[in-house]
Structures are given as structure tokens and as C-alpha cells.
């Protein structure tokens, strides 16, 4: 009889809930073409660059926050999101 290998049950666990996660929204369709195109004339940056920062914007500042300042917020998609 071999005993049983005694279970981690913490790593089986499901992670649990982050206090406030980011809110994930989709920008309007106006709001998403003019972020890419205004990317890709203006910093001359090719069009999967400009989405990629585009999805962080997405996933990381609420489109109300971003209509506010659109262009902090682009920098920071800039800096922060891995394209």
C-alpha cells in the first residue's frame, strides 16, 4: 500500500478577486478609428502598433477618463502598453 502524496490544495485554488480591477470597456467606433489613424499619421507608427495601444487603452482607462484627456492617455498607452 503506498500512501498518498499529501495535496497543496493553496495552488489549486482559484485565485482570488483584485480589490479593483481595471475597467475594461470598448471605446465607441469613432472614438477607436480616430485613436489608431490619429497614431498612425501623426507618430507615423504602423497599424497593429496603433491597435496594440489601442486594446491597452481598452483595458486600462475607462473611455470616459480618456475623453477627458485623450492625449495624456495615448502617451501613457505609449509608455506602458507591450507593443
Known amino acids: ?13 482559484a485565485p482570488s478577486p483584485s480589490p479593483a480591477p481595471p475597467a475594461s470597456s470598448v471605446y465607441p467606433a469613432d ?4 485613436i489608431v489613424n490619429d497614431c498612425e499619421q501623426n507618430n507615423g507608427e504602423p497599424a497593429s502598433y496603433c491597435q496594440c495601444n489601442l486594446n491597452w487603452l481598452e ?4 473611455y470616459s477618463m480618456f475623453a477627458q484627456t485623450p492625449a495624456t492617455f495615448e502617451q501613457q498607452a505609449d509608455a506602458y502598453a507591450s507593443c
Open 1 to 13: 500500500m503506498n500512501p498518498a502524496r499529501p495535496r497543496d490544495h493553496g495552488s489549486c485554488s
Open 31 to 34: 472614438a477607436q478609428n480616430s
Open 59 to 62: 483595458a486600462n482607462i475607462p
